[in-house]
């Protein structure tokens, strides 16, 4: 297959969207080798001017070093952001700590003396409950004889129960 | 991800992005712009970036997500900021580029970008999928139409002298 031949083969998938990217390449190389006259003057120029618009569009050369250091500033803040949180936390975490330890005695003279003295007045409204009890137990028992009283009148009527077993017998 | 990983990683992508953002845009200073505002958002995303598969795919997604968003906030401006780029590229260029960027320039958007991704900036069918949200066939398609439509005009001009 001669240069022309594989021109045109490339060129009738090129037109239908079939080329890859290397093929595609090899034909704007094969284009760009001819003479201003050839048959394929059209496409030439096409890839030409493609290839052209392409160093047109030149990327800027800052753009990699900006992004750089956008990014670094970035990370660079967050860095800044979480040693300015460092200093509040570790102030916060050390009075926490120092309150723990240096409180802590204090702390436990404070709630023994309040036991102490919950428990005695707790024993001292035991005491008082405790009496009050036994005075109501007391004078309530008073009531509680009238029910021997009516134990005994109705003693009397045990005979019914054996005149009961005689009769089923 | 250390910051070491993110630019061993990342870093390389930039010059599609910027393509990518200036094909969108048509603004260099724009495009730019987008470029570090997503390596900015990728850099606060980095933990997500681990279990990304396909990071090139996806930056190219974030990218175009980004332009979009610039180009919906700033419509107005970026209309009359395209139109002088236009101007001032067709300036630089010589006649034969000239002409081929004013025949593109007639393109549909969509065939135009397809165009320019691909016969530019040789983005693979996969990455202008992802970059406009077409499916490989479509995309294919427009390619085909575009190229067919370029050529058939330039084969005007140059017949008639147009």
């Known amino acids: ?169 | 991800m250390t910051k070491k990983q993110f630019i061993k990683e990342l870093l390389p992508l930039n010059e599609k992005m910027y393509r990518l953002s200036y094909r969108l845009l048509n603004d260099v200073d724009l495009a730019k712009d987008i470029v570090q505002t997503v390596y900015c958002k990728l850099w606060e995303d980095k933990n997500k970036l681990k279990t990304i598969l396909n990071k090139e795919a996806y930056v190219i997604r974030i990218t175009k997500n980004a332009c979009l968003d610039k180009i919906r906030l700033q419509k107005t401006q970026t209309e009359v900021q395209q139109h002088h780029k236009i101007t001032e590229q067709y300036h630089e260029s010589s006649e034969k580029v000239m002409l081929v960027k004013k025949v593109i320039a007639t393109l549909p958007e969509k065939q135009r970008l397809v165009i320019q991704l691909r016969d530019v900036d040789g983005f693979s069918f996969d990455e202008i999928s992802k970059a406009l949200d077409l499916p490989q066939n479509t995309i294919r398609v427009s390619l085909s139409i575009a190229r067919k439509k370029v050529r058939e005009e330039l084969k005007k001009i140059y017949s008639y002298g147009l």
């Open chain 1, 1 to 169: 297959m001669d240069c022309n031949e594989k021109i045109e083969s490339l060129l009738e998938k090129y037109y239908l969207g079939e080329t890859s990217l290397e093929e595609e390449k090899k034909l704007k190389e094969l284009l760009l080798t001819l003479p201003d006259d050839s048959k394929f003057e059209l496409e030439k120029e096409m890839f030409s001017s493609y290839n052209q618009q392409e160093e047109e569009l030149v990327v800027p050369s800052s753009l990699e070093t900006d992004t750089i250091s956008v990014i670094s500033e970035q990370s660079d803040k967050k860095v800044k952001i979480r040693k300015l949180l460092w200093i509040p936390t570790t102030i916060a975490a050390s009075w926490l700590l120092f309150m723990m330890f240096y409180k802590q005695p204090e702390k436990e003279t404070l709630i023994l003396a309040e036991i102490f003295n919950k428990e005695q007045e707790a024993y001292n409204t035991t005491k008082e409950t405790l009496f009050y009890v036994s005075k109501v137990m007391n004078s309530e028992l008073g009531k509680i004889s009238r029910l021997d009283k009516m134990e005994q009148h109705l003693s009397p009527l045990s005979y019914l129960d054996r005149i009961d077993t005689h009769l089923k017998e």
